[in-house]
């Protein structure tokens, strides 16, 4: 009996990790988003995969790694900074954002390609790529909409009263704004995130996931299926007026499929140009282009950002090692300094050592998946848009998520044939 059990918590030990606890937080994410807890998604999938390392032996990491170990380790010092019982739980559940994306990527690492195979994970993050086109699309048929959750109803009022917090578990359709002095207010899809730019981030990041899983040995109705996907998604993308989701859009497409040229599949080449010039073209005449410098013109996000950086940096030169440990209420507008990028939020919040190792490791990523065969190199082309989306958008969500499996994907199965 005693050798039974021996040998039974050896093979626990040793037994493939499962596909649930990912397949649950993305494919089921809706469920997650309607219980108010779309926001934890990862949190929710790396509890179970965390257990499940724990007791194993064999779990293997590459060296680039230990960069966001100590990123993770950093921003536990830079928490000492913190003055108050809301920033440290904006903190804590940034943190949680952080610690999520290493478990999960530790757990692509290690997952075998005959349990979880590249072509199934990608399929996966298709269907959450599905999700957020149906938000999108509630952004835009119901703007004014909103959900109370159960998680809003069982929260204490201490954590609710975090704005951060607020914007997670009482889930809106749209972000409405109204720039003084324009015509008329501004709809712009969310659903299913709080903020119009982290659809846009995630559209953009989950975007080359579709191109990969269609350029994979899947079933015609599959490839037209996915591609069909992202087509629609233009109509919500189009109604965010996003810039940054255009140009990281663009520019990872584009340099995805110049590899791809190179290596002589000239036809994804033409297919992609064709599909980006369509979609130009359907922004110009729809008005797109037209709506944007509009918005620009009455709203002074250009101004503000570059204002709200310059502060960032200042500001952090008082404390250059450790930051802020969060965002703060910036001193000549009426936004929160580290809220306009992950860049200068990692900076103004963890310092700029706490920076060095956040880009490091992004930066790793990009530049270690370089040589992804075949269709994985569309998942390459996710750390490398990250690369600069940094600049301009918040990544410390599920975003975050995306571009850690692009990149453990793109690495770590260099030797699978989809």
Wanted: net charge positive.
């Amino acid at each position: 009996m005693a050798l039974l059990v021996t040998d039974r918590t050896f093979d626990m030990r040793q037994a493939p990790l499962p596909a649930w606890p990912f397949v649950f937080a993305f494919a089921g994410f809706p469920v997650l988003w309607l219980m108010g807890l779309g926001g934890f998604a990862g949190v929710v999938a790396a509890l179970p995969v965390l257990a499940l390392l724990l007791v194993r032996r064999d779990i293997r990491l590459p060296g680039g790694f230990m960069l966001w170990a100590l990123f993770l380790g950093w921003t536990v010092l830079a928490a000492t900074q913190l003055d108050t019982s809301g920033r440290m739980i904006g903190f804590a559940f940034r943190f949680m954002s952080y610690a999520a994306a290493a478990v999960l990527f530790v757990y692509i690492w290690n997952c075998r390609p005959d349990v979880f195979p590249t072509r199934r994970i990608c399929g996966v993050m298709v269907l959450f790529l599905t999700w957020v086109v149906v938000g999108g699309y509630l952004g835009v048929l119901v703007p004014r909409g909103s959900i109370t959750t159960p998680m809003e109803m069982i929260l204490p009022g201490g954590i609710k009263a975090n704005s951060y917090v607020w914007e997670l578990v009482h889930p809106k359709f749209a972000e409405i704004q109204y720039p003084w002095g324009a015509p008329r207010p501004y709809i712009r899809p969310s659903a299913p995130f709080a903020y119009t730019n982290a659809w846009g981030s995630h559209f953009a990041l989950l975007a080359p996931f579709a191109f990969c899983y269609a350029s994979m040995p899947v079933r015609r109705w599959q490839r037209f299926g996915t591609l069909a996907v992202v087509a629609a998604g233009l109509v919500p993308a189009f109604a965010t007026l996003n810039r940054g989701m255009f140009l990281s859009l663009g520019v990872g497409v584009v340099y995805a499929a110049v590899r791809l040229a190179k290596r002589g599949q000239i036809f994804l080449m033409t297919a992609v140009g064709a599909l980006l010039s369509t979609a130009l073209y359907a922004a110009y005449a729809t008005g797109v282009f037209e709506l944007i410098s509009a918005r620009t013109e009455y709203s002074p996000t250009n101004s503000s950002r570059t204002s709200l950086y310059l502060e960032a940096y200042h500001r952090t030169m008082d404390s250059p090692l450790v930051g802020a440990g969060g965002p703060r209420p910036s001193e000549t507008l009426n936004i929160s300094v580290g809220t306009q990028g992950q860049f200068w939020n990692v900076m103004f919040s963890y310092g700029f050592v706490g920076l060095a190792l956040f880009c490091g490791f992004i930066w790793w990523l990009a530049l270690r998946s370089r040589h992804a065969p075949g269709p994985l190199l569309w998942l390459h082309a996710v750390p490398v848009m990250a690369s600069f989306m940094i600049f301009f958008y918040g990544l410390d969500g599920s975003q975050l998520l995306v571009i850690f499996i692009a990149g453990a994907l793109a690495i770590s199965r260099e030797r699978e044939v989809p």
